[in-house]
Every structure is written in C-alpha cells, then in structure tokens.
C-alpha cells in the first residue's frame, strides 16, 4: 500500500525550516527519502532501518518511529538547493530487505524562495 | 566512475512498434527495478530483480516485459507500444540488503 505523504507542497523562504511527514497503513521495515529536481533523477538522501532511529547529514535530517509506522523528513535553515519533489519510499515489514521493491509516496512539492 | 546508464533518454515512437529501453550498472548489484513516472506525479513499480535469471512483476499492471541475463543488464521491452505508454521510465539499483537506490537518469516516452 502506498505511504501518505503531508504536505503536499511548502513554499519557504531562505532559512526557514520544513517537516515532510510520511505514514504507512502497514508494519514497516524501512523508510527511504529520495530527492528529485524537475527533469533529474531521484537522488537517495537517507534510509532508516529501525524503528526510533534518527539520521542527518547537513542540514537535512529523518525520524522513524516503527510504532505509529510514520517517518519525518527535516530540513532546517533551509536553501535554495533543497528546492525540488521529496518522496518516501517504504519497504514492508514482510519484505525486509528490499528484495520487493519501494513503494513512493505521491511526494512534496518544495519550494524555497530567496 | 559506478553508474547507472538508461539509453535512449528520449523516444518517441508509432503505436505498435515495439521498442527496448536499455538499462545498465557498472556497481555490480544484485538488485534492479524499473519505475514508472508520469510528470510531477510518484513512482511505479513495474519491475524488478534480485539477481541473474530473477525477474518479478512490480504493483503496477505492465504490458513490458524485462530479463536479466547479466548483472549489469536489465533491459524493458514493449512488444506493442501505444499512447497509453507514454511517461518516464526509470531503472534502478541496489545494494543486496536494505540499501539506497541509485537512480539512472531516464528514458522519456511518448507513443503517437
């Protein structure tokens, strides 16, 4: 089943920070976020594995928490650069080990204006 | 430098041709998938692969068809385009395991 992903677009200004959330009706396995740019491919940004396990690099940073099935996607001060669509990807709890593929929420349009 | 390879980039092709869109990794992984995409909109599962001679059927009903006879190969076939064909196919790898995919850049089709 496919996750759902809120909001479905932000507008921010330079500096100004956004939460991406991301909920599954299913146990889940894994979440993946991906970045994709108009006319590029998505770009892998970071997996989390377990549930209550944080990640970040930069300014961009993720929470997963296995209980509620539900993931968040942080960008603090954020940049121009981090203009683009955001989708989770999330693999079952069944499937473990990505062998069934990701299954892409619709995605978040991002915006962020100098 | 390891990458992911999608030729052609652009296609536009007549209804009934049938066509084969080229996927390859020089990373060496197991595990490859296909993708479809239409502007704007979320990712499909069409396809995919845990390794040499494995292929399966993704969430989205597909009339391609894919094989995988190299590891590095992962090839989509349509026998039969037409219009309703039309959007972005994207192939995909990755590690064996929970890893991160690695996206290639592309085939943009359109069926007139």
């Known amino acids: 089943q496919q996750p759902v992903q809120s909001p479905q677009a932000v507008i921010l200004r330079e500096g100004e920070d956004a939460v991406i959330n991301c909920s599954s009706s299913?146990?889940?396995?894994?979440v993946h976020w991906y970045r994709q740019k108009h006319g590029e491919a998505p770009v892998f940004l970071m997996i989390?594995?377990?549930?209550?396990e944080q990640k970040g690099h930069d300014k961009i940073s993720a929470s997963f928490n296995e209980k509620k099935q539900q993931s968040s996607l942080y960008l603090t001060a954020s940049q121009l650069s981090y203009s683009g669509t955001y989708f989770c990807?999330?693999?079952?709890?069944?499937?473990?080990?990505?062998?069934?593929?990701?299954?892409f929420g619709k995605g978040t349009h991002l915006i962020i204006q100098p | 430098e390891a990458d992911i390879y999608q030729t052609p980039r652009y296609l536009v092709i007549g209804t009934g041709k049938k066509i084969t869109l080229e996927c390859s990794q020089t990373?060496?992984?197991?595990?490859m998938y296909w993708y479809q995409q239409d502007p704007g909109m979320e990712l499909h599962l069409i396809h995919y692969?845990?390794?040499?001679?494995?292929?399966e059927k993704g969430d989205l009903s597909s009339e391609s068809t894919v094989s995988r006879i190299r590891t590095e190969h992962f090839p989509l076939t349509l026998e039969s385009a037409r219009p309703s064909h039309t959007s972005q196919y994207l192939c995909?790898?990755?590690?064996?395991?929970?890893?991160?995919?690695?996206f290639g850049s592309g085939t943009r089709l359109t069926v007139v």
């Open positions: 995909a790898s990755s590690e064996t395991g929970s890893n991160g995919y690695t």
């Open positions: 299913k146990a889940l396995y894994s």
């Open positions: 989390l594995l377990k549930g209550g």
């Open positions: 990807g999330t693999e079952g709890r069944w499937s473990g080990g990505g062998a069934d593929g990701l299954t």
């Open positions: 990373m060496g992984h197991d595990k």
């Open positions: 692969s845990y390794g040499v001679n494995s292929t």
